[in-house]
């Protein structure tokens, strides 16, 4: 009885100094979450070009920064535009400015897959989604593939094409690039071509690839009819509905929606009489925008045209009834800020004014936004006539939806500018190591528009 009672009730000095250690046991583990929450918390804030230096630092760091569940956390931070990507190359390198004294990739990736194609075909910058590019091949005679490229992190990964056993170099193809990391860390590619066999039966073949299963999946989508068609012999059939060559190579993401405007071919002002003898400019039934909805698989078209510029609409008509002088296009920006899309035309014969269109939610068409006048800021300025539109973008202020700064990015030479379309002011400018460095968007022996791509750093994955 008495050994029986001796088990059950154990030295008390033993007892309370096992109660200790599991006391500091849990003590200690719980410092141990602590410190790594800490740590988190600390890394999350840190830019994504930094946390890739610091997977190096240790095996526990590089776990916790490769680790889904941290790059779902960083991705929640709100991300800044770091710099652009032209689609102009210099010695190989695609030509890009940085933006609030940080470094831009200088190359690697793109010169890395450049340097892979043994025929001497080039890449090029199709779009920039959130961090991501998507580019092609410049090459004839050879069906390269796709790439989804990411600068930060030095990756890239090739896609093969869709619909590579009927492919033709002289076809219409376009795609596009979904990926919105606050939603999936997965992407898409959108694929959408008129090949002879959907062609001759009317329809558009679009393929989706998804980088969460690796498969592309294909679809049929019919012609969008042109109501200036109607009744028309199929000799004289303008198409101008048709989602086709005339719209612009690379694509703009909003909203679960890739987007497609056309380029600036098409956004000419032809002259209209009418039978009293009056004349005005007016916009190409043509330029149109294509859009297609990731989730509904759905491609759309919106049918009304851009309103005509106040700088378009006070040009002088002569005697003849005839313009003094035909606007010319010098640059047409097509972007997102804040879940719009919008557009920016300016013209050569009078480049300091013009309008910023945006998109209605509903897709029902343009409306001017912001009517711009730098007239009065660039007077002091030696060349006010060489800048370019960067980029568009809103940030809310004090927490409330209503209540944001919207602000253009211009880019003149050696320095890059931030004008406050409320204020109607600069608000800040970054000056540019290189005082003549201009990403000019004007080039006559370059068949495709140059367009400007804002870089993101991110640490999103783009696949084996």
């Known amino acids: 009885m008495g050994a029986i ?55 526990h760091w590089l776990t916790l920064i490769s680790d889904p569940g941290f790059f779902r956390r960083q991705t929640h931070q709100k991300s800044k535009i770091s710099g652009f990507f032209s689609s102009k190359t210099e010695d190989e390198f695609f030509k890009s400015i940085a933006l609030r004294d940080r ?109 969460e299963t690796g498969e592309w999946k294909r679809l049929e989508v019919p012609f969008f009819p042109s109501p200036s068609d109607v009744g028309r012999h199929h000799d004289c059939v303008k198409k101008a509905m048709h989602f086709d060559y005339r719209s612009r190579k690379g694509a703009v993401y909003c909203n679960g929606a890739v987007h497609w405007i056309r380029d600036t071919r098409e956004a000419i002002f032809p002259l209209r009489f009418f039978g009293d003898g009056r004349s005005e400019l007016v916009r190409k039934e043509t330029d149109v925008l294509h859009y297609f909805d990731i989730g509904e698989e759905r491609l759309g078209l919106v049918s009304a045209t851009p309103p005509i510029p106040l700088v378009v609409k006070n040009i002088p008509l002569d005697f003849g009834s005839c313009p003094t002088e035909w606007p010319r296009l010098a640059q047409r920006y097509f972007g997102e800020s804040g879940g719009h899309l919008y557009l920016i035309e300016t013209y050569q014969h009078c480049k300091t004014q013009f309008d910023v269109m945006e998109m209605e939610i509903d897709y029902s068409g343009w409306f001017v936004k912001y ?49 406050s379309l409320r204020n109607k002011a600069f608000k800040k400018s970054v000056e540019l190591a290189n005082k003549e460095y201009f990403l000019a968007l004007d080039d006559e022996y370059l068949r495709d528009e140059v367009v400007l791509f804002p870089y993101i750093e991110s640490l999103a994955c783009v696949g084996r």
């Open 103 to 211: 470094e831009i990739p200088s190359g690697n990736p793109f010169k890395t897959s450049n340097d892979s194609f043994a025929d001497g075909s080039k890449l090029r910058i199709l779009q920039s989604c959130n961090g991501l590019f998507l580019a092609d091949v410049l090459g004839e005679g050879k069906h390269h593939p796709l790439y989804v490229v990411n600068p930060t992190t030095n990756q890239f990964r090739a896609l093969s094409c869709p619909s590579s056993e009927t492919w033709d170099p002289f076809m219409f193809v376009r795609y596009a690039l979904a990926f919105d990391p606050s939603k999936s860390p997965h992407y898409k590619v959108v694929c959408v071509n008129n090949f002879p066999h959907y062609y001759d039966r009317g329809h558009h073949e679009i393929e989706i690839y998804s980088s």
């Open 5 to 59: 009672l001796k088990t059950l009730n154990p030295n008390p000095m033993a007892q309370t100094k096992e109660r200790r250690i599991r006391c500091d046991s849990s003590s200690a583990a719980e410092t141990v979450a602590d410190v790594e929450e800490l740590l988190t918390k600390i890394l999350v804030s840190v830019p994504p070009r930094s946390l890739v230096r610091f997977k190096c630092v240790s095996k």
């Open 371 to 419: 009517h711009v006048d730098l007239n009065p800021l660039f007077t002091a300025l030696p060349d006010s006539n060489a800048f370019v539109v960067l980029s568009l973008s809103q940030e809310e202020e004090n927490d409330n939806e209503e209540d944001y700064s919207a602000d253009l990015l211009l880019h003149m030479p050696g320095k890059v500018l931030t004008y």
